[in-house]
């Protein structure tokens, strides 16, 4: 069974394919481990994709879903999970013409929807001890003294990466790239909607509703 997640920045998409493959078993597939593998251990593939990052270069979409492809051993038998890969719809397409030689397909694409405002809040929320670097967030794990370190008291602050302008950056490459990955999977059939919005255990919950009758089927 092979079961992707897609979902805007903030949506929990790391946070759900932990907890997923704990509980079911999957095999979780990340693009950036795959890639950085294939490099270290200089096979073909790994040299072709080497040639783009040593020139400062995105490795190229082919390439990147070739890796991927390699990696399902056994795409009717295993468990797998994608989390934030496809990106885009030239990756699902790629995908799914290699698993399409390997007579398998995608099983089920869950979509964690959530708002645009939602999803700022969650991705500027972060604040980081600027001391001994301990990990905060405004909205499910606030300081007990606001701005303080509840660690070793020293300020918080909020890293680039989750500032505003760059949230902002972030959902616009989604909008663009990813989420037109909703209507590809809808017209194939295998895309469920879940709402993100709400506590992380309840969104657990209905996507565990939503996998435990395809494993059941397959049993």
């Known amino acids: 069974m092979i ?12 946070t759900q394919s932990a907890v997923l ?22 096979t073909a593939i790994g040299l072709k994709a080497a040639e783009y990052v040593n020139n400062g270069k995105l490795v ?5 879903t070739e890796m991927v492809a390699m990696k399902l051993e056994d795409p009717k038998g295993g468990r797998y999970l994608f989390d934030g890969f496809p990106r885009n719809l030239e990756q699902a397409q ?3 013409g290699a698993l399409a030689k390997q ?25 980081l001890c600027g001391a001994c670097g301990e990990v905060f967030n405004v909205m499910t794990r606030p300081s007990k003294k606001e701005g303080a370190c509840d660690k070793c ?7 680039e990466d989750d500032s505003e302008a760059t949230a902002r950056k972030r959902l616009m490459v989604y909008e663009d790239l990813t989420r037109p990955l909703v209507s590809f999977y809808k017209a194939e059939q295998v895309l469920h909607e ?15 509703e939503i996998i435990q009758p395809l494993l059941a089927a397959r049993q």
């Open 3 to 14: 079961i992707i997640l897609i979902g805007a920045p903030g949506s929990g998409k790391g």
């Open 103 to 127: 007579s398998a397909s995608i099983d089920l694409v869950l979509f964690l929807e959530l708002s645009h405002d939602e999803a700022m809040r969650r991705l500027t929320s972060r604040r």
């Open 153 to 159: 008291g020293g300020a918080l602050v909020q890293r």
């Open 94 to 96: 790629t995908l799914s």
């Open 60 to 64: 190229p979409d082919h390439i990147v």
């Open 194 to 208: 879940v709402d993100a919005g709400r506590a992380p255990e309840a969104v657990t919950e209905n996507l565990a």
């Open 21 to 42: 493959c704990r509980r079911f078993g999957f095999t979780h597939l990340s693009t950036g481990d795959i890639l950085r593998a294939e490099i270290a251990g200089k």
